[in-house]
C-alpha cells in the first residue's frame, strides 16, 4: 500500500537552530513529492516540487532534497515567521486514479 | 499568481441542513479537488474532479456530493449536515496531473 510518513510530529527549535523534516515514503515508482507550508487556520502553501533522486530546489531559508525513499526539507537559521506546519505529498507513478496522498505533517516552532 | 477561493473562511449550519461550499479558481485549470482536514487525521480527499461536469470519488465521499457545471467553479454539497461533518474543508486545483495543487484558505464549517 502506499504511504507517506512524515517525522517528527513536532519539532521545536530556537532561532538560528539549523535541523531537518524528513519525509518517507512507500510507492510503486514516484511521479512527484511535493512540499507545503500550512499556518494556523490556513490552507497549504506550495513550496516545492521533487521528480527525481538527487533533486534539490530552495528558496530562502528552506532546502528540499530528494532519494528514492525519502525527501529532506532542510532548514537553515530558522526565524519565528518559519513556525508553521509543513506537509509532505506525494504521486505515485502506478495510481490509476492520479490521486496524491498526503503525509500527516510536522508542526515546527521556532522559538525566539 | 495561483488563485483559489472559497466562498466562505466559517460557516456554522444545523444538522439535517443541505449546505453549498463553493470554490473557484482563476488559473484555468483542469483538475479540481476538495478535502477535509481533521487533527490527527490530515487531509483526505472528498471528490475530484478532472474537467467540466467530471467528477470522482475519493476517500470518503459518504455524505457530500460535487458539482461541476463551469472549469473554473467546483462546489462541494452536504446533502444532510451531520455533527460528525464539522471541519475544515479544503478546495485544491492543479492545471494536470503531475502538477502541484494549489489551495484555498478553506472554510471552518461547524455543525451544530
Known amino acids: 500500500e502506499d504511504q507517506v510518513t512524515q517525522s517528527p510530529e513536532a519539532l521545536r527549535l530556537q532561532e538560528g537552530e539549523s535541523s531537518s523534516l524528513n519525509c518517507s515514503y512507500t510507492?510503486?515508482?514516484?511521479?512527484?513529492l511535493f512540499w507545503y507550508r500550512q499556518d494556523p487556520g490556513k490552507g497549504p502553501e506550495f513550496l516545492f516540487t521533487?521528480?527525481?533522486a538527487g533533486e534539490e530546489k530552495e528558496k530562502e531559508r528552506l532546502k528540499a532534497t530528494l532519494t528514492k525513499k525519502e525527501s529532506f526539507l532542510h532548514i537553515t537559521a530558522p526565524k519565528p515567521e518559519d513556525s508553521a506546519t509543513y506537509l509532505c505529498?506525494?504521486?505515485?507513478?502506478?495510481?490509476?486514479?492520479?490521486?496524491?496522498?498526503f503525509g500527516k505533517g510536522t508542526r515546527l516552532h521556532i522559538l525566539p | 499568481d495561483v488563485k483559489v477561493t472559497q466562498s466562505s473562511r466559517y460557516l456554522v449550519k444545523r444538522t439535517g441542513e443541505k449546505v453549498f461550499l463553493e470554490c473557484v479558481q482563476d488559473?484555468?485549470?483542469?483538475?479540481m479537488f476538495w478535502y477535509r482536514q481533521d487533527p490527527g487525521l490530515g487531509l483526505r480527499l472528498i471528490y475530484f474532479?478532472?474537467?467540466?461536469?467530471?467528477?470522482e470519488k475519493g476517500d470518503i465521499p459518504e455524505g457530500y456530493s460535487v458539482s461541476r457545471e463551469k472549469k473554473e467553479r467546483f462546489s462541494l454539497i452536504l446533502e444532510s449536515a451531520s455533527t460528525n461533518q464539522t471541519s475544515m474543508y479544503l478546495c485544491?486545483?492543479?492545471?494536470?496531473?503531475?502538477?502541484?495543487?494549489?489551495f484555498g484558505d478553506g472554510t471552518r464549517l461547524s455543525i451544530l
Open positions: 485544491a486545483s492543479r492545471v494536470y496531473s503531475n502538477q502541484p495543487q494549489h
Open positions: 510507492v510503486s515508482g514516484l511521479r512527484g
Open positions: 521533487l521528480y527525481s
Open positions: 505529498a506525494v504521486q505515485p507513478l502506478m495510481n490509476r486514479d492520479d490521486k496524491i496522498i
Open positions: 488559473m484555468d485549470h483542469e483538475n
Open positions: 474532479s478532472y474537467d467540466v461536469k467530471m467528477k
